[in-house]
């Protein structure tokens, strides 16, 4: 008979080979869900010693329901999807895997700007619409070198992307309440006002956590404020981006075009999906990844890894190395 009970939430990896491999050898049953959406999960997992999280929401109501739980961790870095509070109220600890994809994550970022400022998904449909022309972008075309790009969030994530674009020969420009102007200069970055960053960036890249404060930081007043000649790229959650303020400002042509991985809301933790739900799957000049930017083999495996030893030092009494506090 097994001495734990570990449930995985949901997950969209082909199995759970991983998690056993770590969890198994301490004497815990590995139990794959698929409940991506969280609703249920609280009668599904009351049993559980440790829950291992992907998509599921993860609310109150759920974490009361636990009879014996004591760890929730996270695959990922965001926590939006877990309440942090009610779960050290009921002596839960919370984990996450804050560091095993900031290369995929800044990789997939610099790939959408580059796209975009390049135009190359438009001209790839141009052509095999039979138009041989460079004159069908209805925009200008940007010089790397001379453009300004903007950080919204300076965090791990952010400075990865600001060593790398430097080379080609960015301005980057940043905004993040709470890393100081001094840290950003030795980036080379300088540190500016969100309403300053707004007016200057020609390509503007959304990079904070989701939160109260960052939810829909890119509004329709925010993106009155963009350059008409600039691009929106977002690789945090969905709902950073107000969605229908984004589809009027590139059908009304306050931009140029944007690049998001994903959309308002968000796909992977809904039971039926399809791309009507959102007009932005319409255009020409929005363009769309599945949640992908901290996608690849090796990330994968690493976070797969972490989420599961994190589980593992808390059934055996140690303090985890990815501890989320309240």
Known sequence: MAKYKVYISDYDYPDNEIEKSVLEPIGAEVIGLKCNTGEGLGELVKDADAILQQYAKITRSTIEKLEKCKIIA?????????DIKAAYEHNIIVTNVPDYCLDEVSDHAIAFSFMLIRNIPF???KI????????????????MRDSS???IGFGRVGQNIARKIWNFGFR?????????ESFMATQGVKKVELIDLLHRSNVINVLTPYTEATHHIIDENALKMMRNDAYLVCVSRGKCVDNKALYKALTEGWIMGAALDDPEEEPM?????SPDMNPLFKLDNCFFTPHASYVSEASLKECR?????????????QTPINLVKP
Not at 128 to 143: A, E, N, T, V
Not at 305 to 317: D, E, I, P, Q, S
């Open 123 to 125: 001209y790839d449909a």
């Open 128 to 143: 095999r619409q039979g138009s041989y022309r460079w004159q069908d972008w209805r925009g200008p075309i940007l010089r």
């Open 149 to 151: 790009y903007g950080l």
């Open 269 to 273: 933790k809904m039971e039926k999906w």
């Open 74 to 82: 996270r695959y990922g870095m965001g926590m939006d999807i877990v």
């Open 172 to 180: 980057v420009i940043a905004y993040d309440p709470y890393i100081s």
């Open 305 to 317: 890894y972490a989420a599961a030893n994190n589980v593992k030092a808390v059934l055996l009494g």
